[in-house]
């Protein structure tokens, strides 16, 4: 099974076009307000809009309450729920009320973090390892981090999975080959700028995910 790729936190529809002529699998619309790639609800539905069916809309969420929920899953059209610092229990009533798949972030830095995915099992449909970032930072995710892959080795994962925290065209395909990864998530690895997304570099991270 061929590996596939979201891009996440886009805003434009030009960069938005190069995800999908490219091949991503998933596309990730931020509803995180402090994030430099927030969308407001008219940009999402703009954006969900210009989507064919087959490429899997995600909403990428911190710890969100119901009306921010429902507010995104109508204007972006949703098919996924990814879930930052988010409970077990929280998790599991939002898949039950929206119906829809959820994705558990799992921030990673050490082995005792990403035992917690287990936590998560009965809960969310799919994990996402994702580099934690430090305790101060004012975002959760998409600020370029890494974490050791090796983590990873020999670990029985309890849910489908999927790989992110500063990739890029250049390391993707080793982080492919290092962790078995199905799926790769990439934010700030396809930017200029924070909240700035490039085409071309969009298109050669997508290229480097299918080789």
Partial sequence: MPTTAKICGLTTPETLDAAIIGGA???GFNFFPPSPRHLDPDRARALSARMPDHVRRVGVFVDPDDALIDMAIAA?????LQLHKTAPARIAD?????????WAVIAVKTRADLD?????????QFILYDAKTPDDAALPAGMGLRFD????DGFRHPLPWALSGGLDAGNVAEAIARTGAR?????SGVETAPGVKDVDKITAFLKAVAQ
């Fill in 25 to 27: 699998s998933h596309i």
């Fill in 76 to 80: 972006g059209r949703l098919d996924t």
């Fill in 94 to 102: 939002l898949a039950r009320r929206t119906g829809l798949e959820s």
């Fill in 116 to 124: 917690r995915a287990r936590d998560y099992a009965g809960a969310a």
């Fill in 149 to 152: 892959w090796s983590l990873l």
């Fill in 183 to 187: 799926i790769v998530d990439v934010c």
